[in-house]
T-cell receptor, first 117, second 112 residues
Framework: QQQVKQSPQSLIVQKGGISIINCAYENTAFDYFPWYQQFPGKGPALLIAIRPDVSEKKEGRFTISFNKSAKQFSLHIMDSQPGDSATYFCAASSVVTLRAGSYQLTFGKGTKLSVIP | SQTIHQWPATLVQPVGSPLSLECTVEGTSNPNLYWYRQAAGRGLQLLFYSVGIGQISSEVPQNLSASRPQDRQFILSSKKLLLSDSGFYLC???????????FGEGSWLTVV
């Protein structure tokens, strides 16, 4: 129930195209859904995040779409650029019981995006 | 602003040798601290998290251990490394009550 399933594992997109990465979860206690971007040899960096009371959030070329009833969310990268080539992780957050207010992220397995010129 | 430092960035250790990776966070107090491992081409595995000094929770039983001797210092250790310990280790932090986790730059460990 703690899993977050991410697809596809890898994605090749032409420059200027739309990249779409999908994630699904089962645990209805998840209340925060971030996406992380990781370049080779670097730590993941927060890209964009959404809460379940919102169906869509857009920041520049990056959009999260959230479907609460289907327990699915996706990342759309519009006008994909070679500089977007990276591994993308979706995640879901739930409160752990060790101490109130402590959150723990469950990550998807990642999608390696390659944007070709 | 808050920053997270992690070192060493890269190390090659023989099987059976000890390990110590260190992480410090600046610009905040009483953060939640985390150690993750990322095997080559794979996802992020949570190893340990801490909500305060001396408070460590382990997510995966293994020959690794973690300690938090100071509020903003988190250490990952092993007494005897195994080949399977090779990977990319990431320290991370979050604010108390915050659900955004911020990662350090990572440490590449190769056990030979």
């Amino acid at each position: 129930q703690q899993q977050v399933k991410q697809s596809p594992q890898s994605l090749i997109v032409q420059k200027g195209g739309i990249s779409i990465i999908n994630c699904a979860y089962e645990n209805t206690a998840f209340d925060y859904f971030p996406w992380y971007q990781q370049f080779p040899g670097k730590g993941p960096a927060l890209l964009i995040a959404i809460r379940p009371d919102v169906s869509e959030k857009k920041e520049g070329r990056f959009t999260i779409s959230f479907n609460k009833s289907a327990k699915q969310f996706s990342l759309h990268i519009m006008d994909s650029q070679p500089g977007d080539s990276a591994t993308y992780f979706c995640a879901a957050s739930s409160v752990v019981t060790l101490r109130a207010g402590s959150y723990q992220l469950t990550f998807g397995k990642g999608t390696k995006l390659s944007v070709i010129p | 602003s808050q920053t997270i430092h992690q070192w060493p960035a890269t190390l090659v250790q023989p099987v059976g040798s000890p390990l110590s990776l260190e992480c410090t966070v600046e610009g905040t107090s009483n953060p939640n601290l985390y150690w993750y491992r990322q095997a080559a081409g794979r996802g992020l595995q949570l190893l340990f998290y801490s909500v305060g000094i001396g408070q460590i929770s382990s997510e995966v039983p293994q020959n690794l251990s973690a300690s938090r001797p100071q509020d903003r210092q988190f250490i990952l250790s092993s007494k005897k490394l195994l080949l399977s310990d090779s990977g990319f280790y990431l320290c991370a932090w979050s604010r108390t009550g915050g659900n955004t986790i911020y990662f350090g730059e990572g440490s590449w460990l190769t056990v030979v």
